[in-house]
C-alpha cells in the first residue's frame, strides 16, 4: 500500500526498497530517504497541476469562440 507520497515500501530480505506508484523511479533494490520522496511527488503534483491549467485555458477559449460566434449571428 503506497504511502502519502505514492511510494510502495517493498520489503525484502531485511532490507526495504521504496518504488513510485506513478512511474516505478527509481527502480527496483534502491531506498531513497522521506525528503527524496517528498521532492519527487511534488515533481508529479506539478505535472498534474500544469496539464489542468493547460486544458483550462483551452476550455476557455473554446467558450470565448463559441460566445463570439452566438453574439455574432444573434446581434
Known amino acids: ?13 531485511g532490507n526495504l526498497y ?3 506508484i506513478e512511474c516505478e523511479w527509481p ?3 534502491v531506498s531513497v530517504s522521506e525528503a527524496d520522496r517528498r521532492r519527487h511527488h511534488l515533481t ?3 505535472a498534474m497541476q500544469r496539464e489542468q491549467d493547460k486544458e ?3 476550455n476557455l477559449a473554446k467558450a470565448r469562440k463559441m ?9
Not at 1 to 11: A, I, K, N, W
Not at 67 to 75: F, H, T
Open 18 to 20: 521504496h518504488r513510485c
Open 67 to 75: 460566445r463570439k460566434l452566438i453574439d455574432k449571428e444573434n446581434p
Open 44 to 46: 508529479h503534483t506539478r
Open 27 to 29: 527502480g527496483y533494490g
Open 1 to 13: 500500500m503506497p504511502d502519502s507520497y505514492g511510494f510502495d515500501h517493498l520489503p525484502n530480505r
Open 56 to 58: 483550462r485555458l483551452q
